[in-house]
């Protein structure tokens, strides 16, 4: 299994969702975990650049990523100068896509619906419609 490589623009989007997604419930535990421990890394990584440290700072003021294109090349920097690091970030975002694909993949949700009168109905999941309720009464 081949993983995805994040560039840095990338992996700065993740670290941004633990800011913004903080106590919206859209995300699992793990996940807001992962992007956590990837905005940390990046933050203290950082903290030495002023331009960077600001955007950042902005950012978890804000909660918006519209600062996030000024912390790019610094990070991309970083991310070049030090394997280990990189290696770290990498290891973060892909377990946090794997969270996401997970959380996206369990789909608990029931869908019931009590047709009467000859009624029928439709229900519709962003990838699912079923069709309930054609009643045939023969005679």
Known sequence: MTLEVFTAAKILEIAVTAVIETGAG???EKALERAKQLWQKIGDRLKGE????AALMKVESDRSGAELEQVVPFLQVEMIKDKQFD????TLAQ???QEINISNTQDNTVMNQDNRDKAKGFQVKANQVEHIGDNINPG
Not at 50 to 53: D, H, L, Q, S
Not at 87 to 90: A, Y
């Open 26 to 28: 859209k995300l699992t």
């Open 50 to 53: 002023p331009t960077a440290n």
């Open 87 to 90: 290696q770290e970030l990498q």
């Open 95 to 97: 377990q946090f896509n």
